[in-house]
């Protein structure tokens, strides 16, 4: 049996978990009281990292009454200077605590020469950072049994000396270490449309295979160019799009990603159960 094959069975072995959203903290009562409307939550991991008491009693009582699934944004797997095995170790822990069905992290980096960016940054597209890419991997998943996910980022630039465009780059980060694809399909439309090419095109080069979880939010246009703020409803080309995806990847789970700008709890459910009905309709869950 070969690697790829390995790999994609281990992939699709993942539990089917619906569709859900990015928890955020103003909607937990009412969340709470609404939970039959959500599949799971996904919980930013590193907010739970030193965590005090009383945050760490939020995510047990979370933990009661939806499947969690921890995204972390600052383990840096694109430093060359290798990762922060303190944090590392935290995580792992926060990890063997909450035996979620996967995690997921971003292809880029937060670190670089002793500098916190405080927010994950593209990659150049070269061999080199592939390569420091798939030494971080190994090195995580030595420390982390569960299965790990990576999340495509969004840039307004590309760096120079590209040896590669995007999809080939994340092909090749994720053909080494088993890893699924975490794909943020606003930030593929973002990026394809402010770089003057085609969404569908890009999506097509993309291993749509490891696809196991779906980000999808909302964003707007400023002097131009688009901007992926979370902060709006899910524009109709990212739906459109979502629901290709959809079709085409054998998808575990779809998550809305709302920060700013909340409006009530009952817009966000119905987003919500606008993604599980394309789940229905491509009949990847009941």
Same mark, same amino acid.
Not at 91 to 119: C, D, M, Q, Y
Not at 188 to 200: E, V
């Given at each position: ?33 609404? /939970? ?13 990292l ?9 995510l ?11 995204? &972390? ?16 170790e ?18 880029? &980096? ?10 994950p940054?593209?990659?150049? &597209? ?29 840039s307004?630039f ?45 999506l ?35 739906? /459109? ?39 229905? /309709? ?5």
């Open positions: 049996m070969g690697r790829k094959t390995e790999i994609t069975n281990l992939l699709a072995n993942l539990p089917r978990i619906g569709a859900g959203l990015a928890y955020r903290e103003p909607f937990r009562d009412e969340l709470l009281q609404k /939970q039959s409307e959500v599949d799971f939550i996904e919980i930013i991991g590193d907010h739970y030193d965590a005090p008491p009383e945050r760490m009693d939020e047990a009582l979370l933990g009661e009454h939806f499947t969690l699934v921890p995204h &972390f944004t600052n383990l840096s797997l694109g430093s060359a200077e290798g990762l922060d095995q303190v944090y590392l935290k995580i792992a822990s926060l990890i063997k605590r909450l035996n979620p069905p996967w995690w997921s992290e971003h292809i880029g &980096f937060t670190r670089a020469g002793g500098v916190n960016l405080g927010h940054a593209p990659l150049p &597209f070269t061999q080199e950072a592939v390569d420091v890419m798939k030494q971080n991997i190994v090195t995580t998943r030595r420390a982390i049994a569960a299965p790990l996910i990576l999340e495509n980022v969004c307004p590309v760096w120079p000396g590209a040896e590669m465009d995007e999809p080939a780059f994340i092909s090749e980060v994720l053909g080494f270490g088993g890893c699924g694809l975490l794909l943020d399909v606003t930030n593929l439309f973002t990026h394809a449309t402010n770089h003057g090419l085609p969404p569908a095109g890009c097509d080069r993309l291993p749509l295979d490891r696809v196991v979880q779906v980000h999808f939010s909302g964003g707007h246009e400023r002097e131009g160019r688009l901007i992926e703020s979370h902060a709006q409803p899910v524009a109709e080309a990212v739906w /459109q799009l979502l629901d290709t995806v959809v079709a085409r990847a054998p998808v575990r789970c779809l998550c809305l990603e709302r920060d700013d700008n909340l409006p009530p709890l009952a817009e966000v459910l119905w987003e919500v159960e606008r993604a599980r009905a394309i789940g229905r /309709q491509h009949r990847r869950w009941n």
